[in-house]
């Protein structure tokens, strides 16, 4: 039987310091705000606590709000001191009904604290051989959009760490300076060497969307992730029907909750495959729930962090390392920042790994 105890929230802000201009079809980042909800009780003699992450994306997130702070710390004020059954389900049952779907990465952050509070304040959200027998993760390698060299710059270093799966922002800078860019990798590699993702952010417009994809497939892609932007349900569906390249969900998942609407938009686009990120779909519960249903309709997923800190990106991994996965995923975003939370996460020959004899830092 679960226990129940009385537990209480706070939440800090954390100002991210990229380590370089990290180019978007959206923009250019220099800095990203994020907020750590921690969660405590009064009775706990030793004094652990519980942390999740909360870190809305900028002009994406359903909570990219000028009143986002104000909104946390309400929730933290109105949750504190509630009874709260610490199991699981509970746990899920619980953020759901407490916290809006209308804010997704708050969701996120009371998951991950609560489940983390749980299993004594370990940073413990999922246990797998990941945690416990450093089983690695493979994941890709991302390019960031930016000035020809720049990239250049990036893909020769993935390709030096050991990555085989590289992933490329695309629809930032001059089409074919990307196809050039494309073509000099696979001019050393093949695919049977080299994965190669590309990621257009929404960036085409559904008239030119078909023509470009013919021209990206010369390079052997292994898919490419949102090639028009999300809401054009009717143009993404007959992309997905005739594409020349295997083409990812990723915004267009955003915003959608309840099974049947979930159920609805993938059968009706029918793609290949869709991306993950439970900072931006609500968290755990609702990832799984994406999972559920693509698995029954045969759509296959892949796991993507969302720039967060390496306390979302622990949370997200230990939670990808619980499925059965075969595709490299989306979670090297640790190395991004500054001032980022030591943790026992690194990178290994294109693998995050956990490492035990690393220890977390404080809060």
Not at 138 to 155: A, C, H, R
Not at 202 to 226: C, M, N, V, W, Y
Request: hydrophobic share 35%; net charge negative; with cysteine.
């Amino acid at each position: 039987m679960s226990k129940t105890e009385q537990l209480f929230f706070e939440c800090k802000k954390h100002v991210l310091d990229f380590k370089f201009d990290a180019g978007t079809s959206r923009g250019v980042l220099k800095q990203k705000e994020t907020y750590f909800v921690t969660v405590r009780s009064r009775s706990n003699s030793q004094g652990f606590y519980g942390i999740g992450e909360a870190g809305p994306l900028p002009n994406l997130s359903l909570d990219d709000l000028p009143d986002f702070e104000d909104q946390l710390m309400k929730i933290c004020n109105d949750l504190s001191s509630t009874e709260i059954e610490l199991d699981q389900t509970h746990i899920f049952d619980f953020v759901n009904k407490n916290i809006s779907g209308s804010l997704p990465s708050i969701r996120f952050a009371f998951e991950s604290a609560l489940l983390d509070y749980s299993n004594g304040g370990k940073r413990l959200i999922f246990d797998s051989d990941f945690v416990s027998k450093r089983e690695p993760i493979s994941i890709n390698g991302l390019i960031w959009m930016g000035e020809k060299d720049f990239m250049l710059e990036q893909i020769d270093k993935k390709l030096q760490d050991g990555y085989d799966c590289i992933k490329m922002k695309i629809g930032a800078i001059d089409f074919d300076q990307e196809c050039d860019l494309l073509a000099y990798i696979r001019s050393k590699f093949d695919k049977n060497q080299i994965t190669l993702r590309v990621d257009a952010n929404g960036a085409f417009t559904p008239d030119e969307a078909f023509e470009k994809l013919k021209r990206l497939a010369e390079f052997d892609l292994h898919s490419i992730e949102q090639p028009i932007r999300q809401g054009q349900v009717s143009a993404m569906s007959r992309l997905c029907e005739v594409t020349p390249i295997a083409i990812a969900l990723d915004e267009e998942l955003i915003g959608v909750f309840g099974q049947e609407n979930k159920k609805s938009l993938l059968q009706q686009i029918n793609p290949q495959y869709i991306i993950l990120k439970p900072t931006l779909l609500g968290g755990f519960r609702e990832t799984k729930e994406w999972i559920d249903i693509a698995e029954r309709l045969n759509i296959t997923w892949w796991m993507t962090s969302a720039l967060e800190s390496n306390i979302g990106l622990n949370a997200i991994s230990q939670f990808t390392a619980t499925f059965e996965t075969s595709l490299p995923q989306g979670l090297g975003t640790g190395q991004l920042y500054h001032n980022n939370i030591e943790s026992p996460l690194v990178i290994e020959s294109g693998t995050l790994v956990y490492e035990q004899n690393i220890p977390w830092s404080s809060i």
